[in-house]
């Protein structure tokens, strides 16, 4: 994932989730708003969400992600448990 812009995720006086408010097109420039929670996946931090993109890409084979990320099994699966156990905390 490249840093360019992330989306802030936290509020930076706080620490409270955020929410998204407004949303433009920047073609045409129509903008909707409201209140909008943000995607499960856009709750993770950087990290998972790299960790979640490689899972995908490797089929869901964490014998793969093991040897793609240079970590042992277990490892990978305590990050992926990790991950799913706040998927569970989110709903």
Do not use: H, W
């Not at 706080?14 to 407004?22: A, T, W």
């Not at 993770?44 to 042992?72: D, I, N, P, T, Y």
């Not at 277990?74 to 990050?79: A, D, F, L």
């Amino acid at each position: 994932m490249e840093n360019k812009s992330l989306l802030p995720v936290c509020c930076p006086s706080c620490g409270s989730r955020l929410q998204v408010r407004r949303l433009g097109c920047p073609s045409c420039g129509t903008e909707v708003m409201g209140d909008y929670p943000l995607p499960a996946l856009m709750r993770l931090s950087v990290e998972e969400q790299e960790f979640v993109l490689a899972f995908v890409r490797s089929s869901g084979s964490l014998k793969e992600m093991a040897s793609l990320l240079k970590l042992s099994y277990p490892t990978v699966r305590n990050k992926l448990d990790d991950i799913i156990e706040k998927f569970g905390k989110q709903d």
